[in-house]
Nanobody, 124 residues
Framework: QVQLVESGGGLVQAGDSLRLSCAAS????????MAWFRQNLGEGREFVAA????????NYGDSVRDRFTISRDNAKSTGYLQMDRLKPEDTAVYYC?????????????????WGQGTQVTVSS
C-alpha cells in the first residue's frame, strides 16, 4: 500500500510562485507514474500535470501549461509541482496521485493512490 502526503500549499498573491511536494511512503513508487489534480468545492476534479515513472515523459493541463512544472526525485520518493505566475483561478485543493501504471496519464481513473490534498489560494 502507498500513502501520499502533500505539503506546500498556502495563500499567495497573483503572480507569486509555490512549490507543492508529495511524499510517498509504504512502498517504493519508483516504478509508478505520479500526477497532480485539483478540485474546488462542487466542481469536478481537474487534471493538472503528470509524470512517468522515470521522469522522461510529462503531461500538462491546458490551463497550466508553461506556468507549472512537474518533477520527481525517486531517491526521496517525492514528487513536486512548481507553480509559477499563479492566477486566482488556480485556487483549489491540489491532490497528489500515484499509478501502478508507468505512463503520464491525464485520466484520474488511472491512479490508484491519492493524498488528502493541500489548499492553494491565490488572491487577486
Amino acid at each position: 500500500q502507498v500513502q501520499l502526503v502533500e505539503s506546500g500549499g498556502g495563500l499567495v498573491q497573483a503572480g507569486d510562485s509555490l512549490r507543492l511536494s508529495c511524499a510517498a511512503s509504504g512502498r517504493s513508487v519508483d516504478d509508478y507514474a505520479m500526477a497532480w489534480f485539483r478540485q474546488n468545492l462542487g466542481e469536478g476534479r481537474e487534471f493538472v500535470a503528470a509524470i512517468s515513472w522515470n521522469g522522461r515523459s510529462t503531461n500538462y493541463g491546458d490551463s497550466v501549461r508553461d506556468r507549472f512544472t512537474i518533477s520527481r526525485d525517486n531517491a526521496k520518493s517525492t514528487g513536486y509541482l512548481q507553480m509559477d505566475r499563479l492566477k486566482p483561478e488556480d485556487t483549489a485543493v491540489y491532490y497528489c496521485a500515484a499509478s501502478r501504471y508507468r505512463g503520464a496519464s491525464r485520466q484520474s481513473e488511472s491512479y490508484h493512490y491519492w493524498g488528502q490534498g493541500t489548499q492553494v489560494t491565490v488572491s487577486s
